[in-house]
């Protein structure tokens, strides 16, 4: 609610300590790239460490590895990504041991068996139904075939090759019942969820970017470090198409959509549409930061002075941003007014931003300078924003 909206006065502090403090509170304060990470390294080793335990400690693997390998690498943020993956990974693994079985024991083990194996392993692996597991047919291939040339036997070969599916399979349920068990991914079926998502990392971006401009702090530094947060936002947008997707799917199949407030509830269309402005509208806070880049070190008095003004405009995204953050089915009326009162606001910033760049006659039509694209980057922020208000608009009047 913008009644709890809280103005950042100055500039984050600049350090590798102050950035780490930073970037622990994003990770504890909201959802985005940060908070991912975190879950994704807590989730992935739990599941590891189980995965090993198991595989060494109650079976005496030979190759206790790769259970906990397989139980990190399908390690997704959806139940629905992570049970996919892990039907891919073990068809691919078990075709790779198949096709190493096959050729060792008709073959032997020599060199031009090797070279048979990962020939058709290879051509195996492109086969569009395995996705992007379709590399470990190799992989499993190759492993397969170092097992079977290090084992002396025929069952035992049989016996240790087996062994490699039976850790897949272990170290796959493992990774999947952790998935769905530490810190469960339940919110991500919550279509406004992956509005939240994309929300709160706009905010928190912009929220950094307009003390420092407002104060002139604008070294290379700080400059670089926007860049880079601004670019790591694509797994996050792919996060929140799944939230989105996943949420019409458990719609369809859910039997409380049939129920109370559930039976008359709207489409998820207004939600795709907010969702995907706002996926436009991140990808023009990453361009903005690339403009940034060439902004010049040492800047005259009109420089900043658009600065000041670029920080009064970047202050009102913010704004936006936090409505958008919280944004809840059952508030919906009132956030949707509270949401373009705001973008009325920050459409009356953008042009006083435009009026007072072309009255201190800044070379605005020069493409080597910053200042026009910096303006056309506002203008198409608005662009987007506008068009999400629109979008809600329309939704409650449903």
């Known amino acids: 609610m913008v009644d709890q909206w809280q103005r950042r006065d100055e500039p984050a502090a600049q350090g590798p300590a102050a950035r ?16 991912h990470t975190l879950l994704f390294l807590l989730k992935s080793t739990v599941a590891a460490t189980i995965a090993w335990v198991v595989a060494r400690d109650v079976l005496h693997a ?7 390998f397989s139980a990190v690498l399908i390690m997704q943020v959806t ?19 198949a096709v190493q079985a096959a050729l060792g024991f008709l073959a032997g083990p020599d060199l031009l068996t090797f070279a048979l194996v990962t020939v058709l392993a290879l051509a195996i692996g492109l086969w569009p139904g395995l996705g992007p597991q379709g590399s470990q047919v190799a992989t499993a291939a190759f492993f397969a075939f170092s097992t079977y040339v290090t084992v002396p036997g025929s069952l035992d ?11 897949v399979l272990i170290g796959c349920g493992i990774g999947v019942v952790v998935n769905m068990t530490v810190v469960p991914p339940l919110r991500y079926r919550s279509a406004e969820y ?11 971006l912009v929220s950094d970017m307009y003390p420092a401009m407002r104060h002139g702090e604008m070294d290379q530094e700080r400059r670089r470090h926007w860049r880079n947060r601004a670019e790591q936002t694509g797994d996050l947008i792919r996060q929140a198409q799944d939230g989105l997707r996943t949420a019409r799917e ?12 559930h039976r008359v509830r709207p489409s998820f269309d207004g939600y795709g549409a907010v969702l995907a402005a706002l996926e436009r ?8 930061t690339r403009s940034l880049d060439t902004w010049p070190q040492d800047p005259g008095a009109e420089d900043r002075r658009l600065l000041q003004d670029y920080a009064d405009f970047l202050e009102s995204i913010s704004r936006i941003t936090q409505v958008l953050r919280a944004l809840d089915e059952d508030a919906l009326h009132r956030q949707s007014r509270e949401l373009c009162a705001l973008v009325e606001e920050a459409h009356e910033r953008r042009r006083r931003l435009t009026g007072r760049a072309e009255e201190a006659g800044l070379p605005l039509g020069d493409p080597g300078l910053p200042y026009g694209v910096l303006l056309v980057e506002a203008a198409r922020l608005m662009d987007e924003l506008q068009n999400v208000c629109d979008v809600l608009k329309r939704y409650v009047e449903q």
């Not at 509208?281 to 903005?288: K, R």
């Open 20 to 35: 780490a403090r930073q970037w622990w509170r994003r990770a504890w304060g909201t959802e985005g790239h940060e908070r």
């Open 62 to 68: 030979r190759s206790p590895a790769f259970a906990p």
């Open 79 to 97: 139940v629905y990504q992570a049970l996919l993956n892990a039907l891919r990974y073990i068809v691919a693994v078990t075709a790779g041991v």
């Open 157 to 167: 070969k049989v016996t240790h090759l087996g062994q490699i599916i039976l850790l």
């Open 194 to 204: 992956a509005i939240h998502i994309l929300s709160g990392t706009l905010c928190d």
């Open 250 to 261: 458990s719609a369809y199949y859910n039997p409380r959509s049939h129920l109370g407030r």
């Open 281 to 288: 509208t991140l990808y023009q806070a990453a361009s903005l």
